[in-house]
């Protein structure tokens, strides 16, 4: 069992609508969470850092943590084509640890 | 705005020759990764330096892969020699401070493809 799970998708959505990507894992000694966005043949881009439980928003994006359940989420409001990429969730204690990544696509 | 800055974007090598990444992290920050990246999959970590020292190079291939970064600042990664199934995304990454108290930067990269 790898030590986060992700599913890669891919996942289609039409423009607008509400996105919902998540990620499970197994140490419960990861204290620190991200989300990351890498576009084709880029390096990640950092989207959300959220630290221990709770949720975080910033914009159209909100991260989850839920520790107890092991489980992150992160939600993409009032999606859009630029929104379309790759999605990694990322966590650890002193380094990181990343999903497979989700790849997803907007459609006008 | 600051950022991490790899060479060469991409690198076309044969089997069995060498080559070599290098990464020039974010002004000030203390600590670099190095990470590998299969077509598909998330990164997995190769080395993370604390300035000058190695703190965790448990996943790196020792036998073919090194790393350095002798002042603390810039870092290198070397490949020899190199096979066909380290044909991957190269990332580096940097922050602050330890990664259990401020994110990470990534660079763009370097796309290694052996043939």
């Known amino acids: 069992q790898k030590e986060v799970e992700q599913d890669p998708g891919p996942l289609s959505v039409p423009e607008g609508a509400i996105v919902s990507l998540n990620c499970t894992y197994s140490?419960?000694?990861?204290?620190?969470f991200m989300w990351y966005r890498q576009y084709s043949r880029k390096g990640p881009e950092l989207l959300m850092y959220?630290?221990?439980?709770g949720n975080k928003e910033d914009g159209r994006f909100t991260a989850q943590v839920d520790k107890s359940s092991k489980y992150i989420s992160l939600f993409i409001r009032d999606s859009q084509p630029s929104d379309s990429a790759t999605y990694l969730c990322?966590?650890?204690?002193?380094?990181?640890?990343f999903g497979a990544g989700t790849r997803l696509t907007v459609k006008p | 705005e600051a950022e991490v800055a790899q060479s060469p974007r991409y690198k076309i090598t044969e089997k069995s020759q060498a080559v070599a990444f290098w990464c020039d992290p974010i002004?000030?920050?203390?600590?670099l990764y190095w990470y590998r990246q299969i077509l598909g999959q998330g990164p997995e970590l190769l080395v993370q330096?604390?300035?000058?020292?190695?703190?965790?190079d448990s996943q790196l291939p020792k036998d073919r892969f090194s790393a350095e970064r002798l002042k603390g600042v810039d870092s290198t990664l070397k490949i020899q020699p190199a096979e066909l199934g380290d044909s991957a995304m190269y990332l580096c990454?940097?922050?602050?401070?330890?990664?259990?108290?401020?994110?990470?930067?990534f660079g763009q990269g370097t796309r290694l493809t052996v043939v």
């Open positions: 990454a940097s922050s602050s401070r330890r990664m259990i108290d401020t994110e990470a930067f």
């Open positions: 140490n419960s000694a990861f204290q620190y």
């Open positions: 959220t630290y221990s439980s």
């Open positions: 990322a966590m650890g204690v002193s380094d990181m640890r």
């Open positions: 002004s000030g920050h203390a600590t």
């Open positions: 330096f604390q300035d000058e020292s190695v703190v965790d």
